[in-house]
Nanobody, 125 residues
Framework: QLQASGGGLVQAGGSLRLSCAAS????????MGWFRQAPGKEREIVAA????????YYADSVKGRFTISRGIPKDTVYLQMNSLKPEDTAVYYCAADKEAAFIVVVTTSHEYDYWGRGTLVTVSS
């Protein structure tokens, strides 16, 4: 089971770092992604990283502000969020894909096999 943590309340312009880890399994060979869902909106991809760690993807809305990375060893995935905006307010979910090839990033939610329960990020103006 995936566990996302690190959410909270922050003022606009502030930073947070989300973490995602798994209990009972290693994530080192899984492609990983971060998604978010704001109230009344559909879930959307935020960032994704290959299990090699060498390929990444960012939604246009977060490019230049968010960074996805893998820990060493690769059992934890992080989402560093800087210059946060009120529109970043959402529940953030991490997801793992066990089938992706070494350098592939996965950007569609239905391809992910495992999901965490989410962590709430609230950005005040």
């Amino acid at each position: 089971q995936l566990q996302a943590s690190g959410g909270g309340l922050v003022q606009a312009g502030g930073s947070l770092r989300l973490s995602c880890a798994a209990s009972g399994r290693t994530l080192s060979t899984y492609a990983m992604g971060w998604f978010r869902q704001a109230p009344g909106k559909e879930r959307e991809i935020v960032a994704a990283i290959s299990w090699s760690g060498g390929s990444t993807y960012y939604a246009d809305s977060v490019k230049g502000r968010f960074t996805i990375s893998r820990g060493i060893p690769k059992d934890t995935v992080y989402l560093q969020m800087n210059s946060l905006k009120p529109e970043d307010t959402a529940v953030y979910y991490c997801a793992a894909d066990k089938e992706a090839a070494f350098i592939v990033v996965v950007t569609t939610s239905h391809e992910y096999d495992y999901w965490g329960r989410g962590t709430l990020v609230t950005v005040s103006s």
